[in-house]
C-alpha cells in the first residue's frame, strides 16, 4: 500500500517537472578551458560527500562550478573515504545500506547532472592571497572568485604486522560507522589512543561488544576528564596501561592481539575480534601551504556557524574541517552550507557590482 502511494506521489512529481531520470549523465562540459583567463565562480577542490554536495548545490544555483576530484596518486582517491568501505548503513535513504563507491557514484553522477564540470586532477597549489584565485592543477590552471575546499582527511593508521592484510577484516578507524556490524557484537574489540576519540569510540563500542579494550601507551589518558570519567564508570571498558600492540592476527578476519607491556616487557596474546584505531586524522591541507589558519588538529579554521574561512569567499566543507563528526552526512551538509554561503557571497558583490 504504501509502496502504491510513494510510486503515485513519485509519477506525479515527475510528470509535474518533466524529470528524465534516464537521461545519460556526462559532463556539460567535458573540456574545460585548459588555462582559463576568465575566472570561474566557484571552483571545487576535492571529491567526497562534502565535494558532491557543494557541486549539486552549486550548480543548481547556476555556478557553474568546476571540480578539481582529484587523481590516482598516493595518499589519494578520487572519490574520497567512501571508496575504501563496503556496506553504508548509516546514510539516509537506503534502508538495506549501500556500497560506498555505489553511493558516492550516485553523487558524482547527480553533480554532473545538475551541471557541475569534473576534472580528475589533483590540486597542487592554491594561491588565495588575492582574488581571483588562482588553482593549479597536475595540467591546468584556473581562476576562480570562490573556493570551497572539500578535500578530506586520512585516518591515521598504525604501522603494525597484520594490518594491512586484515584492514576492514576487523580492522577499522571509525566506531560509529562499523561498530555496530554483526562481527563485532558480544566479542572482544580493542581501542588504540588515549584521547577524546579513543573514548568516544570505547563508549561506542560497548553497545555491542561483550569487553572493549583501551590500549594505551601511557600511564595517564589525554582524554578530558568528562570522557575520562564516562570510561571508568562503564563496566564493559578496560584500559591496558603503558601498552602498545605489536601484532595483530588472524588469517581472513582478526583473531588476536599482541600486547606488549613497555615497562615490563611482557608480551600477551588476546583473543579479538576487532581493532579500531583512534591516533588521530591528517586533515589533506598539504598543498595550501600554510595560507589558511588552521585549528590545533590541522583542520581548517571557519568562522562561528559558516564555512567561511579566515580568508573570505575560500570555504571549508566536510572532514577537512571538522574533527568531531567525521561522518558522510555531516560532510555532505557542510557541502551543502559552504555552496549556500558561497552563491550568497558572490550575489552580494554582483549587487553592489550593478548598483
Ligand atoms: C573505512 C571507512 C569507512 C567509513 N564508513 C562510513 C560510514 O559507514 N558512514 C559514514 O557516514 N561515514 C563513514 N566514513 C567516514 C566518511 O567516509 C567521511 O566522513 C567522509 O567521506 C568525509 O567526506 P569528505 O567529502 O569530507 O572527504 P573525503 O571523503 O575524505 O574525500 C576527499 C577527497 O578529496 C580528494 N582530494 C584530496 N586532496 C586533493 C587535492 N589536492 N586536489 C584534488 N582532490 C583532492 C581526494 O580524492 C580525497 O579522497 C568512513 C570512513 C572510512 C575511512
Known amino acids: 500500500m504504501i509502496e502504491l502511494y510513494f510510486s503515485r506521489v513519485i ?23 585548459q588555462h582559463s583567463l576568465s575566472p570561474r565562480e566557484v571552483i571545487i577542490i576535492g571529491s567526497g560527500p562534502a565535494a558532491y554536495t557543494a557541486a549539486i548545490y552549486a550548480a543548481r544555483a547556476n555556478l557553474h562550478p568546476l571540480v578539481y576530484e582529484g587523481s590516482l596518486v598516493e595518499n589519494s582517491l578520487p572519490g574520497g573515504q567512501l571508496m575504501t568501505t563496503t556496506r553504508v548503513e548509516n546514510y539516509p535513504g537506503f534502508p538495506e545500506g549501500i556500497d560506498g563507491p555505489a553511493l558516492i557514484e550516485n553523487m558524482r553522477n547527480q553533480a554532473i547532472y545538475s551541471g557541475a ?4 586532477e589533483t590540486v597542487l597549489e592554491a594561491d588565495l592571497g588575492v582574488r581571483p584565485f588562482v588553482i593549479q592543477g597536475e595540467k591546468t590552471h584556473q581562476t576562480a572568485l570562490s573556493v570551497i575546499i572539500a578535500t578530506g582527511a586520512a585516518a591515521n593508521r598504525l604501522d603494525i604486522p597484520g594490518v594491512d592484510r586484515l584492514w576492514q577484516k576487523g580492522i577499522s578507524t571509525c566506531a ?14 580493542f581501542v588504540i589512543g588515549g584521547g577524546d576519540s579513543a573514548m568516544e569510540e570505547a563508549l561506542y563500542l560497548s553497545r555491542f561488544a561483550k569487553k572493549v579494550s583501551i590500549v594505551h601507551r601511557r600511564d595517564k589518558l589525554r582524554a578530558s576528564q568528562a570522557m575520562q570519567k564516562a570510561v571508568f564508570a562503564n563496566p564493559k571498558i578496560e584500559v591496558i596501561w603503558n601498552s602498545v600492540m605489536t601484532r595483530i592476527n588472524g588469517e581472513r578476519k582478526v583473531e588476536s592481539v599482541v600486547i606488549e607491556n613497555l615497562k615490563t616487557k611482557e608480551a600477551a596474546t588476546l583473543d579479538a575480534a576487532g581493532v579500531f584505531f583512534a591516533v588521530g586524522h591528517t586533515p589533506n591541507t598539504g ?14 579554521q571557519t568562522r562561528p556557524d559558516s564555512c567561511e574561512t579566515n580568508i573570505p569567499y575560500v570555504y571549508a566543507a566536510g572532514d577537512v574541517r571538522d574533527s568531531v563528526y567525521r561522518q558522510a552526512i ?23 557590482v550593478t548598483q
Open 11 to 33: 509519477e506525479t512529481i515527475l510528470s509535474a517537472c518533466s524529470f528524465e531520470p534516464e537521461k545519460e549523465i556526462e559532463s556539460p562540459d567535458p573540456t574545460p578551458p
Open 117 to 120: 564540470t569534473m576534472l580528475q
Open 176 to 189: 560509529v560507522c562499523d561498530g555496530s556490524l554483526p562481527f563485532f557484537r558480544d566479542r572482544h574489540l
Open 287 to 300: 598543498f595550501l601551504k600554510g595560507q589558511l589558519a588552521l585549528n590545533g588538529d590541522g583542520t581548517i
Open 330 to 352: 555531516t560532510a555532505a551538509g557542510y557541502g551543502c552550507q559552504a555552496a549556500r554561503e558561497a552563491g550568497r557571497a558572490l550575489e552580494l558583490i554582483q549587487h553592489e
